[in-house]
């Protein structure tokens, strides 16, 4: 089984290269694409190969190329797939893979677009993965195999993906032709695929404005020694932004030191940070580095700076100052070299007006802040997100699942409070919990629900006032009283620019409490806040 593998993987590697050379030879577009839905028929044994592209007068997708297909069928439009049919049709709208493994049990199917294979249909599989220029798809390649072909589907889709990149540049330089693009948009193109390549390069995914502008400023800051400091919700990638500013900046050659100010105890951060002699406290057997040296040439990523102790913020700003450590019962101080990197999650100026964060260090951290967006910012990230982490959980538990029409949508609805490690985890619940070969959209409802129905308030919630706790509390003791009438929260739903006269008024009732307001309308307080500001309420 093993040697067979191996086969496999060797001809894969070969027909992938093969592919490369045939694309980068001096020969027509379309003699170049055509050769490689060829080489799949031939190598691969992966027939009728076809390249669909966008047909934006009627809304549907065309054969451009393909190999295999009585071109007579091909002129009247039997393949010709509406945008909003099928199972092509879905992986145009949704930029993911779809695989059928028997296409005469699929109901989404459509049938006529494909061909039978040893005189018969009993034993067709279709594949169908999309091509993708700056996170949008851009057209689709589809292919037939037999079912019970002698290699895994998933080498197959792995396979299809790689060569569908391959000829993406080749076809969008085709489609800019057609449409007749300026210069200056091509410029504007090339400024974005930049920032979307290192992305990917670091392990980023998404092509959202909204993370681009982020990943902008990243880009502007590398090469500076000037303090960084993240801000953003739990779950919207801090850590992965920390470490690609270090590995794309002047220090990459450097340590890069990291420490979670938020997990380690008060009483140990200090000798964490600074280090200690042996025998300077009780319990230091031996003496030891501390972060700050550790980091020297390097960068120092101190993640959730805003839950760090008064006394070692003193601490900290006097080491920003004079770049020299005294290490825990050492009466020497060490010269240091870092750069700082901070993120956090909480309202760091309501910390400074509360007392609890020096006004003095965040001046010295926040030169260069850096608001990464949440996930609800990034709807049109999600498609993307979602077929990434289903792809990764169906090679962990060797599945071959594939989400139905409707199910991304379903996600692109919900709030996400806990942002893409939400999302990562919603995906791999759903694979853990779907039997058969589709994660459904009543499947997707039902977990989205779940969550829903939880306290999922990530992000500090503000303080009430007075009146505001007084009001909760004669709420509470409202609701403990009587048992059967406890609040019910909603599951998710779309935001309904109708709801807005039904949030005011309850906002009049409750005296402007969010909190009193959320439970009467059915909400978390989150859930409240978010419709708030999607219908621009003054509340």
Same mark, same amino acid.
């Given at each position: 089984?093993l040697?067979?593998?191996? /086969?496999?993987?060797?001809?894969?590697?070969s027909?992938?290269s093969?592919?490369t050379?045939?694309?980068?030879?001096? %020969?027509? !577009?379309?003699?170049?694409?055509?050769?490689?839905?060829?080489?799949?028929?031939?190598?691969? +044994?992966?027939h009728?190969?076809?390249?669909l592209?966008?047909?934006?007068?009627?809304?549907t997708?065309?054969?451009?190329?393909?190999?295999g297909?009585?071109?007579?069928?091909?002129?009247?439009?039997?393949?010709?797939?509406?945008?909003?049919?099928?199972?092509? @049709?879905?992986?145009?709208r949704?930029?993911q893979?779809?695989?059928v493994t028997?296409?005469?049990?699929?109901?989404q199917?459509?049938?006529?677009?494909?061909?039978?294979?040893?005189?018969?249909?009993?034993d067709? !599989?279709?594949?169908s993965?999309? /091509?993708?220029?700056?996170?949008?798809?851009?057209?689709?390649?589809?292919?037939?195999r037999?079912?019970?072909?002698s290699?895994r589907?998933?080498? +197959?889709?792995e396979?299809?993906?790689i060569?569908?990149?391959?000829?993406?540049p080749?076809?969008?330089?085709?489609?800019?032709?057609?449409?007749?693009?300026?210069?200056?948009?091509?410029?504007?193109?090339s400024d974005?695929?930049?920032?979307?390549?290192?992305c990917?390069?670091?392990?980023?995914?998404?092509s959202?404005?909204e993370?681009?502008?982020?990943?902008? &400023?990243?880009?502007?800051?590398?090469?500076?020694?000037?303090?960084v400091?993240?801000?953003?919700?739990?779950?919207? @990638?801090?850590?992965?932004f %920390?470490?690609?500013?270090?590995?794309?900046?002047?220090?990459?050659?450097g340590?890069?030191i990291?420490?979670n100010?938020?997990?380690?105890?008060?009483?140990?951060?200090e000798?964490?940070?600074?280090?200690h002699?042996k025998?300077?406290?009780?319990?230091?057997?031996q003496?030891?580095k501390g972060k700050l040296?550790?980091? +020297?040439?390097?960068?120092?990523?101190?993640?959730?700076?805003?839950?760090?102790p008064?006394?070692l913020?003193?601490k900290l700003l006097?080491?920003l100052?004079?770049?020299?450590?005294e290490?825990?019962?050492?009466?020497?101080?060490?010269?240091?070299?870092?750069?700082i990197i901070?993120a956090?999650?909480?309202?760091?100026?309501k910390?400074?007006?509360?007392?609890?964060?020096?006004l003095d260090?965040?001046?010295?951290?926040?030169?260069?802040?850096?608001?990464?967006?949440?996930?609800?910012?990034r709807v049109d990230?999600i498609?993307?997100?979602a077929?990434?982490?289903?792809?990764?959980?169906?090679?962990?538990?060797d599945?071959?699942?594939?989400f139905?029409?409707?199910?991304?949508e379903?996600?692109q609805?919900?709030?996400?409070?806990?942002?893409?490690?939400? &999302?990562?985890?919603?995906?791999?619940?759903?694979?853990?919990?779907t039997? @058969?070969?589709?994660?459904?959209?009543g499947?997707?409802?039902?977990?989205l629900?779940?969550?829903?129905?939880?306290?999922?308030?990530?992000a500090?919630?503000e303080?009430?006032n007075? +009146?505001?706790?007084?009001?909760a509390?004669?709420?509470?003791e409202?609701?403990?009283?009587?048992?059967?009438?406890? %609040?019910?929260?909603?599951?998710?739903m779309?935001v309904?620019?109708?709801l807005?006269?039904?949030?005011?008024?309850t906002?009049k009732?409750?005296?402007?409490?969010?909190t009193?307001? %959320?439970?009467?309308?059915?909400?978390?307080t989150?859930?409240?806040?978010?419709?708030?500001?999607?219908?621009n309420?003054?509340?």
């Amino acid at each position: 089984m093993l040697a067979e593998n191996c /086969i496999e993987r060797n001809t894969t590697m070969s027909l992938i290269s093969e592919v490369t050379k045939q694309m980068t030879k001096p %020969a027509t !577009s379309a003699r170049k694409i055509l050769t490689v839905l060829h080489l799949l028929s031939k190598w691969a +044994d992966l027939h009728y190969g076809r390249v669909l592209l966008p047909n934006y007068s009627d809304n549907t997708l065309v054969i451009a190329y393909q190999c295999g297909l009585d071109p007579k069928l091909v002129e009247t439009g039997k393949y010709t797939v509406p945008f909003n049919l099928g199972i092509t @049709g879905y992986v145009w709208r949704s930029g993911q893979t779809a695989l059928v493994t028997n296409i005469k049990s699929e109901p989404q199917f459509l049938h006529r677009i494909a061909e039978p294979m040893n005189d018969s249909f009993d034993d067709v !599989s279709f594949i169908s993965v999309p /091509i993708i220029v700056y996170g949008k798809p851009i057209g689709v390649l589809s292919v037939q195999r037999l079912s019970s072909g002698s290699r895994r589907f998933n080498d +197959d889709l792995e396979m299809l993906r790689i060569i569908a990149s391959i000829l993406a540049p080749e076809l969008f330089i085709i489609q800019k032709s057609a449409l007749g693009i300026t210069h200056t948009h091509a410029h504007l193109d090339s400024d974005s695929a930049k920032l979307v390549r290192l992305c990917e390069k670091h392990g980023l995914i998404g092509s959202s404005k909204e993370l681009l502008a982020a990943v902008k &400023l990243l880009e502007n800051a590398k090469n500076s020694d000037a303090p960084v400091m993240l801000l953003g919700e739990s779950g919207t @990638g801090k850590e992965m932004f %920390a470490r690609m500013l270090h590995q794309e900046g002047n220090r990459k050659q450097g340590p890069y030191i990291t420490i979670n100010c938020a997990s380690i105890p008060d009483h140990l951060l200090e000798s964490e940070l600074f280090g200690h002699e042996k025998g300077s406290f009780t319990g230091a057997y031996q003496s030891k580095k501390g972060k700050l040296q550790l980091a +020297d040439g390097g960068t120092l990523f101190l993640d959730e700076i805003g839950d760090m102790p008064a006394d070692l913020q003193v601490k900290l700003l006097r080491v920003l100052q004079d770049k020299r450590i005294e290490p825990i019962g050492s009466n020497k101080s060490i010269t240091v070299d870092f750069r700082i990197i901070t993120a956090t999650h909480v309202n760091l100026k309501k910390s400074i007006e509360n007392k609890d964060f020096r006004l003095d260090l965040f001046y010295r951290l926040n030169v260069v802040p850096i608001s990464l967006p949440a996930l609800r910012h990034r709807v049109d990230d999600i498609p993307l997100l979602a077929q990434y982490f289903l792809e990764k959980y169906n090679e962990i538990y060797d599945r071959l699942l594939s989400f139905t029409t409707g199910s991304i949508e379903t996600l692109q609805t919900y709030d996400w409070p806990g942002n893409i490690r939400q &999302l990562q985890n919603i995906v791999e619940r759903a694979v853990l919990q779907t039997s @058969g070969s589709w994660i459904t959209v009543g499947r997707t409802n039902e977990i989205l629900n779940d969550e829903a129905g939880m306290d999922t308030s990530y992000a500090p919630i503000e303080e009430p006032n007075l +009146d505001e706790k007084s009001l909760a509390t004669q709420e509470y003791e409202e609701v403990t009283s009587h048992p059967s009438e406890q %609040a019910h929260y909603r599951p998710y739903m779309k935001v309904d620019e109708n709801l807005g006269d039904k949030i005011l008024s309850t906002l009049k009732l409750a005296n402007g409490n969010k909190t009193l307001a %959320a439970r009467m309308l059915g909400m978390t307080t989150r859930q409240l806040r978010y419709r708030i500001s999607k219908l621009n309420i003054e509340a």
